[in-house]
C-alpha cells in the first residue's frame, strides 16, 4: 500500500480542493480522508504540494514503428511519466501507418510493457491515402480509441462526409489536422516571420481555419462527433465557438507551444521552435487563450513530436522537420502561462489535463475518487525550474531548454506504483 500525506488534494472531476491523504492499494485508490493513519509500505509525505489526477495528454508521437532513432514506446512512456502523465494516447503516423489490426496490435503490445496507460488512435483512411477508409469497427474492436490521420488534413469533402458517418454509426469520432495545402507554403513558419526574416511564404491562418469551418459543417450536417487538434489561430477559436453554439459536436485542443510564446520564437531558437501549426502571432496566443478560458478549447494536449538532433541540426531550417518534444514541459507551461499570469485557476488548468481530455476518449483516469485508478501526480506548483536538455525522451528539441518556469513534478504514481521521482 502506498499512502500520500498531507497534500493540497485537487480533483477537477467533484472540485475537490483540501488538504487530505490519500491510500492505494495495487491499482486503487482505497481511501481519501483527513489524518489518514493506516499502516502502509510506502508514505510520501506531500507537504506544500499539489496532488492531483495523473496527467492525460490525448496527442503524442511515441514513432514506433519505422522512426525509432526519434522516440519509441519505451521513451515515450518514461518521459510521460517525468512530466506527470499518466495516460497518453498515440497518433498513428508511424511508419507503417496505424492503418490495420495487425499494425494496432504490435504497437498496442509494446504499449502494454510499460508502467503507463497508453493509447493508440487508428487512421482514418489507409495508409494516409486521403480516398480509401479503414475498418473503424474492426480497428474499434481491437483496441482503437478513435480515428485520425493526423499530420495529414483530409482534403476530399466527400471522404470526411464518409468518415463522419462511420465514425458516427460506430459511436466513434474524428481527430483533424487543419490546414489546407493549397493556402500554405513552407510549414513550420508563420506566415509573418517567413516574409519578414526568412523571405519565404509560409503557413497561412487562413489556410487553418478556413479548413476547420468547412470541415465543422459537415459534421454538424452528419451529427458526428469532430475533434479539433492543436488550434493556433483566433479566428480558429471564433470558429469553433460558432460551431459550438449551432450544436455541433465539436470539441477543441491547444498546444501549451502556442499559448506560451509567439513566433518570434523561432528568431531565438531556431529549428527547435519549428512546429506545425506554427507558433503565431501575439493575438493568436491570446485567442486560444481566451478560448480556454470560455471553454471553447476544452483539452491541452502537447503534440509530442521527438526529432533527431541531426534532422533538426541541419544548415537549411526550411529542411529541419517540424515538432518539438512536449511530455515534459506540459504542465510547467500551463502554470507558468496561465495560472501565474491569472488565465486559469490551477482547478481549471488540471480539468483540462486530466478530467477533460479522458472524458474525451472515454479513458478510466482523470479523476480521485475512492475505488477510482491510482494514478496521480504529486508537485510543486510554486518551485522554479530551468529546463534543461537532459530529458527522458530521446530526443531534445524544445525550445523551452533553458527557460525558467513554474512547478515541478515530484511524484508520478501509475497503477499505485511510483514510476518517476524527481
Not at 23 to 40: H, V
Not at 305 to 311: F, I, K, L, V
Amino acid at each position: 500500500m502506498l499512502l500520500i500525506k498531507n497534500g493540497r488534494v485537487i480533483d477537477p472531476k467533484t472540485q475537490f480542493d483540501q488538504v487530505a491523504d490519500i491510500l492505494m492499494d495495487q491499482d486503487k485508490i482505497i481511501k481519501i480522508g483527513k489524518n489518514l493513519s493506516e499502516s502502509a509500505d510506502q508514505i510520501i509525505d506531500a507537504s506544500g504540494l499539489v496532488v492531483a489526477p495523473g496527467l492525460v495528454d490525448v496527442h503524442v508521437h511515441f514513432r514506433e514503428p519505422g522512426q525509432t532513432h526519434k522516440e519509441d514506446i519505451h521513451t515515450g512512456a518514461l518521459a510521460a511519466a517525468a512530466g506527470g502523465v499518466t495516460s497518453v494516447v498515440m497518433m498513428a503516423n508511424t511508419n507503417p501507418t496505424v492503418s490495420d489490426v495487425e499494425t494496432l496490435k504490435e504497437v498496442l503490445d509494446s504499449a502494454a510493457k510499460e508502467a503507463i496507460h497508453i493509447y493508440s488512435v487508428a487512421t482514418i483512411t489507409k495508409g494516409f491515402d486521403g480516398q480509401n477508409l479503414t475498418d473503424f469497427s474492426a480497428l474499434l474492436a481491437a483496441g482503437a480509441v478513435a480515428f485520425s490521420d493526423d499530420g495529414i488534413p483530409l482534403q476530399s469533402s466527400k471522404v470526411l462526409k464518409e468518415a463522419l458517418d462511420l465514425a458516427r454509426d460506430n459511436q466513434t469520432f474524428l481527430s483533424l489536422h487543419e490546414e489546407d495545402p493549397e493556402l500554405n507554403g513552407i510549414l513550420g513558419f508563420n506566415e509573418g516571420i517567413a516574409e519578414k526574416a526568412f523571405k519565404i511564404c509560409g503557413a497561412t491562418g487562413v489556410a487553418e481555419y478556413s479548413m476547420i469551418a468547412r470541415d465543422l459543417m459537415i459534421a454538424y450536417d452528419r451529427r458526428a462527433h469532430v475533434h479539433i487538434q492543436h488550434l493556433s489561430k483566433a479566428e480558429s477559436v471564433k470558429v469553433v465557438e460558432f460551431a459550438q453554439q449551432l450544436g455541433a459536436k465539436v470539441t477543441a485542443e491547444v498546444a501549451p507551444q502556442h499559448f506560451s510564446r509567439t513566433e518570434q520564437l523561432l528568431l531565438e531558437k531556431g529549428a527547435n521552435a519549428k512546429m506545425n501549426p506554427p507558433l503565431r502571432y501575439e493575438s493568436d496566443r491570446l485567442g486560444v487563450i481566451e478560448g480556454l478560458k470560455s471553454g471553447v478549447i476544452s483539452v491541452i494536449a502537447t503534440d509530442h513530436a521527438p526529432h533527431h538532433a541531426d534532422e533538426k541540426n541541419v544548415a537549411d531550417i526550411t529542411q529541419a522537420p517540424s515538432g518539438m518534444t512536449g511530455l515534459e514541459t506540459s504542465l510547467s507551461l500551463g502554470l507558468t502561462y496561465l495560472v501565474e499570469e491569472g488565465h486559469l485557476s490551477l482547478m481549471a488548468l488540471l480539468e483540462k489535463m486530466t478530467y477533460n481530455p479522458a472524458k474525451l476518449y472515454q479513458l478510466p483516469a482523470g479523476y480521485l475518487a475512492e475505488k477510482g485508478p491510482a494514478d496521480l501526480v504529486v508537485f510543486d506548483d510554486q518551485e522554479d525550474r530551468m529546463v534543461s536538455s537532459d530529458f527522458a525522451s530521446k530526443a531534445a528539441n524544445s525550445p523551452f531548454v533553458g527557460d525558467h518556469l513554474k512547478g515541478q513534478v515530484k511524484y508520478t504514481i501509475c497503477k499505485g506504483k511510483i514510476v518517476y521521482q524527481a
